[in-house]
């Protein structure tokens, strides 16, 4: 069992930056891989990120890559998403997730899931 809580966001203009974090708790954290995801009402969830168990592969959608940076620090059993050059499209909520399949991009293989925290971008 993995439980997932994340945190830090909030309303910032576009081009600022941030940076979201979701603390895990459970045994398993190092053995299971890592991913965010968002959402914006009537859409469906989409996949941002994803890290392998040590954190040595990353993999971003197309629309955030070289914006994002996803890291995990399995000490802690944190992982984090920064945030560069945020655009308006990026507002969503964002929730972490964690599956012990190893799949990346597919939120159905994901098994746990935090609450998500609201991140609004204005332009």
């Known amino acids: 069992q993995v439980q997932l809580v994340e945190s830090g966001g909030r309303m910032v203009q576009a081009g600022d930056s941030l940076r979201l974090s979701c603390a895990a708790s459970g045994r398993t954290f190092s053995s299971v891989v890592m991913g965010w995801f968002r959402q914006v009402p009537g859409k469906e969830r989409e996949f941002v990120a994803a890290t392998t168990r040590g954190g040595g592969i990353t993999s971003y959608a197309d629309s955030v890559k070289g914006r994002f940076t996803m890291s995990r620090d399995n000490i802690k059993k944190t992982v984090y998403l920064q945030m560069n050059s945020l655009k308006p499209e990026d507002s969503a909520v964002y929730f972490c997730?964690?599956?012990?399949?190893?799949?990346?991009?597919?939120?159905?293989?994901?098994?746990?899931w935090g609450r998500g925290t609201q991140v609004t971008v204005s332009s």
């Open positions: 997730a964690a599956n012990s399949r190893g799949s990346f991009t597919y939120s159905r293989d994901y098994s746990y």
